[in-house]
């Protein structure tokens, strides 16, 4: 099992920047990749980025140039730095973990205001 928990999430105005981080444990051996999903409100939750373990990424269109993903693989954590804010990345922030089986982690809030 892997147990993932994610930190950093907060009430920013836009324009801001936040830097979330996710800290995975248990048996982080089985984890090829890690990604980070969003779920605004009454929305459905969607991929904003996705690191493998050798470091290729790949991001969301309505993120790219704004969120940067990377990864520790030494202190298996992943951040998501995510910079000039909206309004409408205003979402539950989850950590992913794929290898075999699929894990999340509990969510943390960010909320851009205007």
């Known amino acids: 099992q892997v147990q993932l928990v994610e930190s950093g999430g907060g009430l920013v105005q836009a324009g801001g920047s936040l830097r979330l981080s996710c800290v995975a444990s248990g048996r982080v051996i089985s984890i090829n990749s890690m990604g980070w999903y969003r779920q605004p409100p009454g929305k459905q939750r969607e991929l904003v980025a996705r690191i493998t373990r050798g470091g290729t990424t790949n991001y969301a269109d309505s993120v790219k140039g704004r969120f940067t993903i990377s990864r520790d693989n030494a202190r298996n954590t992943v951040y998501l730095q995510v910079n000039s804010l909206k309004p409408e990345d205003t979402a539950v922030y989850y950590c992913?973990?794929?290898?075999?089986?699929?894990?999340w982690g509990q969510g943390t809030q960010v909320t851009v205001s205007s």
């Open positions: 992913n973990g794929n290898g075999g089986q699929t894990y």
